[in-house]
């Protein structure tokens, strides 16, 4: 039963609740038979202990070895195709120049919505003035007719505030002015003249 090459072969430890009751002698012959066995030598034995012990052992032995085999048989096939896949090369970094260009695409991306929490300028109530980009970003979201240097002005005049009462959101603002038609053409006259704070613009 030997395997071309293989040079070895398994004995169980649990064998020693077979052998340990075998007098000396037979264990012995018992262990001769079984390397005469794995080296194909093919051993004979009229001796009834030894071919009971050895019966349970030649089975285990031929098990292992179709184990073995078969080991042997998928690593030759795996070795043909050229063995375990390579890593794939990790991709090149993007030059300075697309990282810059990347880079200015994104802080260029201005990102919008409607509600009238606003996250990154409030932090426990406390109202910070928009800058006038702020505001021409979300006019242009809006697509209003309302001018973002007048309303930038306007507000930063009278210390941003809506009547007597400090602004608390400058988007709702915007979208009062909306409402109240401030549009382009009324925007074109001096709204500090013509319009009442605190009776036009009512901050909800």
């Not at 194909?40 to 009834?48: C, G, R, S, Y």
């Amino acid at each position: 039963m030997k395997a071309e090459d293989k040079k070895s072969f398994i004995l169980y430890s649990d064998l020693i609740h077979t052998v340990g009751k075998l007098p000396s002698k037979k264990a012995g012959e018992l262990f001769l038979h079984i390397l005469k066995y794995v080296n194909d030598q093919n051993p004979q034995t009229d001796d009834l202990i030894v071919n009971i012990a050895f019966e349970p052992i030649k089975q285990q032995l031929k098990r292992d070895l179709l184990k073995y085999e078969n080991v042997k048989t998928k690593r030759s096939e795996s070795g043909k195709l050229g063995g375990r896949p390579k890593k794939q090369k990790e991709a090149k970094k993007p030059n300075a120049l697309i990282e810059k260009q990347t880079k200015a695409k994104k802080a260029n991306t201005v990102t919008f919505t409607d509600t009238d929490t606003d996250n990154v300028k409030k932090k426990r109530g406390v109202f910070v003035k928009p800058s006038l980009q702020e505001i021409k970003n979300y006019c242009e979201y809006r697509d209003n007719d309302i001018n973002p240097s007048q309303f930038f002005n306007y507000y930063e005049s009278n210390g941003w505030k809506v009547g007597k009462n400090s602004m608390k959101e400058w988007k709702a603002a915007i979208r009062n002015w909306e409402n109240n038609a401030f549009n382009k053409k009324n925007m074109n006259e001096d709204v500090g003249i013509n319009l009442k704070i605190g009776k036009d613009f009512k901050y909800e």
